[in-house]
């Protein structure tokens, strides 16, 4: 069984159209997140959620909308796609507590380019 | 999250141990050492993480100077399927996210 599991795992889409990511986590984890991974390999997070709730927004385009239905399933919704938006997508889950930090698993990524 | 510092780029021969530095001179107290890799067209993977003490799993070590300013993770034996980019990773306990920098990048010659 895939721990974090995304799909699709290639996307190819025009500019302006709004497509969606699904990812989903068999570990019991209470936290989620979306990484994004540039052309120059650079990861960068994007979104946090602990609990189905919002915990971190780093300066991401409100074009991007993260929805958790719940605790299991992060999904992320981009509307009117540009051609910056054209990198690897990744949806992470761990279990954070006051006093430990759990390893995080990745899933395996989804490449998105626009065209 | 502490600053972290790693080389851009290591390389060792099959088989041999490779130690891959990382200074965290900003560290707290209370902050955790984590190391992930990521191979060529996959998600980052989880290899170690320490406090305090030095630790080992089956994928590797982690050695953590006394005054926790920097730490080595330690490939005992490195196969050509450890040839990844390395990432030094600094955050506290109830971080809600992993601050990934450059990483170092290991190839591994046959």
């Given at each position: 069984d895939t721990a974090v599991s995304q799909t699709p795992k290639y996307l190819v889409t025009q500019m302006g159209n709004d497509k969606s990511i699904k990812c989903e986590q068999n570990?019991?984890?209470?936290t989620m997140y979306w990484y994004k991974q540039d052309s120059k390999k650079f990861l960068k997070i994007m979104f946090s959620y602990n609990n189905k709730e919002l915990i971190i927004n780093e300066t991401?385009?409100?074009r991007f909308s993260p929805k958790s239905p719940d605790k299991a399933h992060l999904n992320l919704h981009i509307n009117s796609?540009?051609?910056?938006?054209?990198a690897v997508y990744f949806c992470a889950s761990s279990q954070v507590g006051s006093r430990v930090h759990t390893e995080a698993f990745f899933g395996q990524g989804t490449r998105l380019t626009v065209v | 999250d502490a600053k972290t510092t790693q080389p851009n780029s290591m390389e060792s021969n099959e088989e041999e141990p490779v130690h891959l530095p990382c200074n965290h001179?900003?560290?707290?107290?209370t902050d955790y050492i984590h190391w992930y890799r990521q191979l060529p067209s996959q998600g980052p993977e989880y290899v170690i993480h320490g406090l305090t003490s030095n630790v080992n799993n089956r994928m590797a070590s982690l050695a953590i100077a006394e005054d926790r300013k920097s730490s080595t993770l330690i490939l005992h034996r490195a196969t050509l399927r450890d040839a990844a980019v390395y990432y030094c990773i600094i955050t506290g306990a109830g971080s809600y996210q992993l601050t990934f920098g450059k990483g170092t990048k290991l190839s591994v010659i046959p």
């Open positions: 570990l019991g984890h209470d991401v385009p409100n796609l540009e051609l910056g938006d054209s | 001179s900003t560290i707290s107290g």
